[in-house]
C-alpha cells in the first residue's frame, strides 16, 4: 500500500460567533464582489458600460418622486406578506400560501365592494371588507393548519396546493363579476361611487399603506419577541418534544400562528383591492407570497430586519425592469443580475460561519 | 518490550473547533498486541483524537505515522486503506438490511453474499462472537448491532480498531463477554483502543492507559503499574474522593403509587407490562434495566407525556389527599398542585432548548405565570444567574445558548431549573450520562440534597455500581416487567445484572 499521499490544499473548519461588525464587512464585501461581477457579465455580455447599467437601476427606483412612492408602496406590500408567513417559519411551519391566503382576502374584499354596494353605508362596507378579509385569509390558512395540528399532514405540500384553488377561485369570479361584459375581467371596481374605497391622506396614494405595515411591522417584532405566545412559538419551532413536556399544547400553538399568518395575508389582499389597486385579478398579488419567503430567511426571520431584504429584493426588481426597457435588453438580464446579486449575498453566509484553513506545509509527499 | 514500532504515532496533533482547543499537541502511540484504554473526562478530545485517526476529522496541526510511515488521513475510506476501524458510540447501521448486508455495503467489486457470510462465520469463529449473518438488524439486541459493528472493521481488514464507549449500551454479562473478545483479538496482534471513563473497565482490560485532561496529552504508563486513584487523579487534575453519599431516607411515606401500569408504544409493542410500586418522599428510588426496557415510558407516563393503556399512578400529598395523575398533561399535573420535576434523557431535544440561551431556557417553565400578555424576563434571568453561581455553570453568559455549553454544563442548566420549583417529585433519567467526574458527583450532591428535602426521587441509571451506592431501593426492570425491587445497601452487581436480563434474575450459570 505505498500509494502517493498528497496533502489536501485547503480544509473548512467551523468558524466560533463572529462579532457583528465582522459578519457585515463580509456581507458588503459580498455585495461589493456581485456589483462587480454584474458589471464584468454586463460589459461582456451586451457591451454596455456597466456604469450606465448601475445608473439605469439606481433610477429606476428612486427617478422621480412617483417611483419613490411606487418603491415604498411595493417594499410595503411585500413586507406585509413576509410579516405574515415569519411567525409560522418562527415555528418551523413552512406556510407556502401566502400567495393563496392574501388572493383569497383579496377576494373577500371585492365581494364586500361588490355585493354590498348601495346596501349598506360606506363605512359599515369598510368594515365587513376588514373582518372578511382577514377571515378568509385566516380560513385558507386554517385548514392546512388543522390537518398538520390532527393528522401531522405536510404543511409545506398543503399550503402550494391552496394556492392554486385561490387562484382558481378568483378567476372564476372575475368571470362572474366581469364588467364590462365579455372582458372576463372586473375593472375598477365601484369607479364612479368609489364605495368601498378606503379613504386615503390628501394626495398620497400610497401612504396609509405604508403606515400600517409600518405599525404591524413593529407589532409583529415585539409580539414575537416579547408575548407569551411569541416564546412559545419559538419552542415549538425549536423543539416540539420541549414544548410537550413543559405543558405547551403543541396542536393549539400551530392552529392558532397560522390563523394569523393566514389573517396578516388577508390583510394584505386587504390593502391591495381596497386600498390601492380597487380592482380583481389572479395576479393581483403577484408572486409576493413566494419572494417573502426568501426576504423572511434572508432577514433570519427578524422583523426588522426584513424592512432592509424586502427593500434589496424590490429595489432590485425594479432596477431590472428599468434597464430591460432602457437599453433594449430582455427582462431576463435583470433577473440574471438579480440572481448574482443574491448568490454572493447567500453564498456569503458561508463564510459568516465557516472558515477555510490552508494546510501548513502543503504539497509535501507522504 | 520498547523496540518494537508504533502501529500509530500521532505526533503533535491539534485540533480547534471555533475557538475551542479539543486537541493542544498531542502525542500518542499505539502498539499491536496490546489494549489501549484511552481515558479522560468528557471534552477532554478523547472522541475528537480518534476521530482524526479514522478520517472524520483533520487535524489542524501534526502528523500521523502507521507503521512509522507518515500517512495523511482525509476520510473513513483512507483510515480504512490503512487497516483502521472505529466503532462510534451510535451504531451506523442499516435496519432493514441483514448483518451480511450490513457488512458488505459500500464494498466494491462483484456482491456474493454467500461467499461474505462464510467469511463472517470464519471471523465470529476466530474470535468468539456469536452472530448470525442473516438476522435482520432491527431484530438484534444493542449487543448483537455492537458485534455487526466489530465484525464489520474486522471483515474490512482491519487491525487497529478503536472502540467510543463500547460498553455504555451494555449489561454487565454482556460487557464481560465483549472484553473476552477483545482480548482474543489483542492475543491476535491486534492493536485495540479503547475510550472509556470507566475506571474499573481500564483495569480489568487493558494493558496500557493513556490519559486526556483539557484536550492535552497527560501520560499512559503500564495498567498495572497504576490504581484507580492515581487515573482519577490524573483525569481530574486534583485529588478526588471516591464515594458517593447514601444518607439514611429521612421520613418516608408513600408519594407516587403505580398500579397495573400497561403501555404500549404507537406500534402497540408493550413497553410497560403491568408494572406496579411506591416510590417513597426522602427516598432514592433507583430504575435499572438494559436501555429500552420501559424506563423511559415509565418517566414520561408519570409526567403526563406518555399515554397509558390501563393502571393507575397516584400521588399521594403531604397531607394524605391522592390524585390520579393518568390522563393529565403536564400542565394539568401542575394544576393540581403536584410539583412534579423531570430531567429527561434527552437533555436538548426535551428538557431544553439548545438555541436558546439560560435565560430563555429557566423561563421554560415559568413563563406563564402572571395575567401579562408578555413574558417575565427579569426573574428567569436572575434565577439563571443564581445557578451559574450555585452550580458552578461554565459558562460566557446567561446569554449563551446552551448547545454551546458542555455537557455537564448543559446537564447543570437542566438539573438547577428544574430543581428550582421545590419539587416534591423528582424524575431523573441517566442523569449523568456522558459527564466527567466532578460534574458527576455535583450532581449526586444536588439530588441526595433533594432526597434530604423529603422529595421522593426516581432515578433512572446505566451504571450500576452508582446505582448501588446511590440508591435506597432498585427497581429492576427488564423486558416491560419488574424484575424485583432490592434494597441499594448491600445488593449485589451480579444478582441486579441478571435480574436485568431475567426475569426474577435466578439464573441457573
Known amino acids: 500500500m505505498n500509494k502517493k499521499t498528497k496533502t489536501p490544499l485547503f480544509h473548512v473548519a467551523k468558524r466560533a460567533a463572529l462579532p457583528w461588525y465582522k459578519t457585515w464587512a463580509i456581507r458588503g464585501a459580498a455585495l461589493l464582489l456581485a456589483l462587480v461581477l454584474c458589471g464584468a457579465v454586463t460589459s461582456l455580455v451586451t457591451g454596455e458600460n456597466p456604469f450606465a447599467v448601475y445608473g439605469a437601476i439606481w433610477k429606476g427606483s428612486f427617478g422621480t418622486t412617483r417611483k419613490i412612492w411606487v418603491l415604498l408602496q411595493n417594499i410595503a406590500m411585500l413586507l406585509c406578506v413576509s410579516l405574515a408567513v415569519t411567525p409560522a417559519f418562527r415555528m418551523r411551519c413552512w406556510n407556502l400560501g401566502a400567495e393563496g391566503q392574501a388572493l383569497i382576502g383579496a377576494l373577500a374584499c371585492a365581494a364586500c365592494m361588490i355585493t354590498l354596494a348601495g346596501r349598506l353605508p360606506n363605512w359599515a362596507i369598510i368594515l365587513c371588507m376588514v373582518v372578511s378579509s382577514l377571515l378568509a385569509g385566516a380560513v385558507w390558512a386554517g385548514i392546512p393548519a388543522f390537518f398538520k395540528a390532527r393528522y401531522n399532514t405536510n404543511e409545506t405540500l398543503f399550503t402550494l396546493m391552496m394556492n392554486y384553488v385561490a387562484a382558481q377561485l378568483v378567476a372564476y369570479f372575475c368571470v362572474v363579476w366581469e364588467s364590462p361584459k365579455g372582458s372576463g375581467t372586473i375593472g375598477i371596481i365601484n369607479q364612479k361611487t368609489e364605495i368601498g374605497w378606503i379613504p386615503q391622506f390628501p394626495s398620497q396614494k400610497y401612504l396609509l399603506n405604508i403606515l400600517v405595515v409600518a405599525v404591524l411591522c413593529v407589532l409583529i417584532y415585539i409580539y414575537l419577541n416579547y408575548s407569551k405566545q411569541g416564546y412559545e412559538i419559538a419552542v415549538v419551532g425549536e423543539s416540539e418534544r420541549t414544548a410537550r413536556y413543559v405543558g405547551i399544547k403543541v396542536e393549539r400553538v400551530i392552529l392558532r400562528t397560522m390563523l394569523l399568518s393566514g389573517a396578516i395575508c388577508g390583510l394584505a389582499g386587504l390593502l391591495l383591492v381596497g386600498s390601492t389597486n380597487h380592482t380583481l385579478t389572479a395576479s393581483i398579488v403577484d408572486g409576493r407570497g413566494f419572494t417573502a419567503v426568501m426576504v423572511s430567511w434572508l432577514a433570519k426571520f427578524n422583523p426588522i430586519g426584513m424592512i432592509f431584504t424586502s427593500f434589496l429584493l424590490v429595489f432590485l426588481g425594479r432596477g431590472a425592469g428599468e434597464i430591460a426597457t432602457k437599453f433594449g435588453l430582455n427582462r431576463s438580464f435583470g433577473d440574471i443580475l438579480t440572481g448574482i446579486i443574491l448568490f454572493c449575498i447567500i453564498g456569503s453566509e458561508f463564510f459568516i460561519n465557516y472558515e477555510i484553513k490552508l494546510t501548513r506545509g502543503a504539497g509535501k509527499e507522504g | ?509
Open chain 2, 1 to 509: 518490550m520498547d523496540n518494537k514500532v508504533a502501529a500509530v504515532t500521532m505526533r503533535n496533533i491539534t485540533k480547534r473547533f471555533g475557538t475551542v482547543l479539543a486537541n493542544d499537541r498531542v502525542w500518542l502511540n499505539i502498539y499491536r498486541g496490546e489494549i489501549l484504554a484511552l481515558l479522560g473526562e468528557n471534552g477532554s478530545g478523547k472522541t475528537t483524537l480518534m476521530n482524526m485517526l479514522s478520517g472524520i476529522y483533520f487535524p489542524d496541526e501534526g502528523e500521523i505515522a502507521i507503521d512509522g510511515k507518515p500517512v495523511v488521513i482525509r476520510s473513513p475510506r483512507d483510515a480504512f486503506d490503512l487497516g483502521i476501524g472505529m466503532i462510534h458510540q451510535h451504531f451506523k447501521l442499516v435496519d432493514v438490511l441483514s448483518a451480511t448486508e450490513n457488512i458488505v455495503l459500500g464494498l466494491e467489486g462483484r456482491l456474493d453474499l454467500k461467499t461474505a457470510a462464510r467469511k463472517i462465520r470464519e471471523i465470529c469463529d476466530a474470535y468468539g462472537f456469536e452472530v448470525d449473518p442473516n438476522q435482520k438488524i432491527y431484530d438484534m439486541s444493542v449487543s448483537q448491532k455492537q458485534t455487526v459493528e466489530i465484525v464489520k472493521v474486522l471483515y474490512r481488514g482491519a487491525d487497529i480498531l478503536i472502540l467510543d464507549e463500547p460498553t455504555a449500551v451494555l449489561t454487565p454479562q454482556e460487557t464481560d463477554k465483549l472484553f473476552a473478545v477483545l482480548r482474543n483479538m489483542r492475543d491476535d496482534g491486534k492493536a485495540i483502543v479503547i475510550i472509556t471513563h470507566k475506571m474499573h473497565e481500564v483495569e480489568t482490560l487493558s494493558d496500557r492507559v493513556a490519559i486526556l485532561r483539557n484536550g492535552q496529552f497527560i501520560g499512559d504508563m503500564p495498567t498495572k503499574n497504576t490504581n484507580a486513584q492515581e487515573m482519577t487523579n490524573m483525569m481530574v487534575g486534583h485529588p478526588v474522593v471516591l464515594n458517593i453519599n447514601r444518607p439514611e431516607p429521612v421520613n418516608p411515606r408513600p408519594r407516587i403509587e403505580v398500579k397495573n401500569l400497561t403501555v404500549r408504544d404507537i406500534e402497540g409493542a408493550v413497553k410497560l407490562d403491568n408494572v406496579s410500586f411506591t416510590a417513597m418522599s426522602g427516598e432514592i428510588l433507583g430504575i435499572a434495566g438494559i436501555s429500552g426496557s420501559g424506563q423511559k415510558e415509565l418517566l414520561e407516563a408519570i409526567a403526563g407525556l406518555q399515554p397509558v393503556e390501563s393502571g393507575s399512578i397516584e400521588y399521594i400529598g403531604d397531607d394524605g389527599r391522592r390524585e390520579q395523575l393518568i390522563g393529565k398533561d403536564p400542565l394539568a399535573i401542575k394544576e393540581l398542585g403536584v410539583a412534579l420535576s423531570f430531567v429527561p434523557e434527552d437533555r436538548l431535544g426535551m428538557g431544553l432548548v439548545g438555541n436558546m440561551d439560560i435565560g430563555n431556557n429557566m423561563m421554560l417553565r415559568s413563563y406563564r405565570s402572571g395575567r401579562s400578555f408578555f413574558t417575565n424576563r427579569r426573574d428567569p434571568y436572575k434565577l439563571a444567574h443564581q445557578m451559574v453561581d450555585f452550580l458552578e455553570i461554565s459558562t460566557p453568559s446567561v446569554e449563551t445558548p446552551v448547545r454551546r455549553l458542555s455537557g455537564g454544563n448543559v446537564q447543570k442548566v437542566l438539573v438547577g431549573r428544574e430543581i428550582a420549583n421545590a419539587p416534591s417529585v423528582l424524575l431523573t433519567a441517566y442523569a449523568v450520562r456522558g459527564l466527567d467526574i466532578n460534574s458527576s458527583y455535583l450532581i449526586y450532591d444536588t439530588i441526595n440534597s433533594q432526597k434530604m428535602r423529603g422529595v421522593a426521587v426516581l432515578y433512572v441509571g446505566e451504571d450500576l455500581d452508582v446505582l448501588l451506592e446511590l440508591c435506597d431501593r432498585i427497581l429492576v426492570l427488564c423486558g416491560g416487567k419488574v424484575s424485583g425491587i432490592v434494597p441499594g445497601p448491600g445488593a449485589k452487581k451480579r444478582d441486579v445484572g441478571m435480574m436485568m436480563t431475567k426475569l426474577g434474575g435466578n439464573a441457573d450459570e
